[in-house]
């Protein structure tokens, strides 16, 4: 199984902060990696597929890089709806797998 | 507006069963291969279950292999699993969630709110 390991476990961040979530692949991936925003209670929304592109309807502000074994989700201005949990997805190879999640607190 | 709702979470004892549904609505069902994924209490997200347009192709996870049945029924545009021979560790959320292709990469969206399954003597 390809396993998906995200960084950091959490981070407190501001609103107006940029913040950086790294998500690392056991083996390369190209580009069959995907991002998701999660809230209490809620299920997982789509923010990157593929990588770098963006999902309809997902702010700007959103955007992912990478590709192989090493990509990256990136918040240019922290908004006060984006503390949630943060999960990385492979699609490469079944079992698809995610990341352990990266929950983005109020500092 | 894309939707899924699911359905049929609860408790039940170790060893027993139950059965998950998952209305879909607002796109067109049968275009579309489906997927279970759960979350565990204080766990993140396990990929459960895949199952093709049509029914004709299946994938699990080797946690719940032989023990979940996915199954679909386009004409109510509906997903279902069954889960049988349950244990504490199959207690989570289920959510489920349509699967997408786009140049050969497969994403999740849209998803459910999720059910909860507590299995506990």
């Known amino acids: 199984d390809i396993q998906m390991t995200q960084s950091p476990s959490s981070l407190s961040a501001s609103a107006g902060d940029r913040v950086t979530i790294t998500c690392r692949a056991s083996q390369s991936i190209t580009n069959y990696l995907n991002w998701y925003q999660q809230k209490p209670g809620k299920g997982p929304k789509l923010l990157i597929y593929?990588?770098?592109s963006l999902h309809s309807g997902v702010p700007s502000r959103f955007s992912g890089s990478g590709s192989g074994t090493d990509f990256t989700l990136t918040i240019s201005s922290l908004q006060p709806e984006d503390f949630a949990t943060y999960y990385c997805q492979q699609s490469y190879t079944t079992p698809w797998t995610f990341g352990q999640g990266t929950k983005v607190e109020i500092k | 507006e894309m939707q899924m709702v699911e359905s049929g979470g609860g408790v039940v004892r170790p060893g027993g069963s139950l059965r998950l549904s998952c209305a879909a609505s607002?796109?067109?069902?049968?275009?579309?291969?489906m997927i279970w994924v759960r979350r565990a209490p204080g766990k993140g997200l396990e990929w459960v279950s895949y199952i093709n347009w049509n029914g004709g192709s299946t994938g699990y996870a080797d946690s719940v292999k032989g023990r979940f049945t996915i199954s679909r029924d386009n004409a109510k545009n509906s997903l279902y699993l069954q889960m049988n021979s349950l244990s504490a560790e199959d207690t989570a959320l289920y959510h489920c969630?349509?699967?997408?292709?786009?140049?050969?990469?497969?994403?999740?969206?849209?998803w459910g709110q999720g059910t909860l399954v507590t299995v506990s003597s």
């Open positions: 607002g796109f067109t069902f049968d275009d579309y291969g």
């Open positions: 593929a990588a770098s």
């Open positions: 969630a349509r699967v997408h292709y786009g140049d050969y990469v497969a994403w999740f969206d849209p």
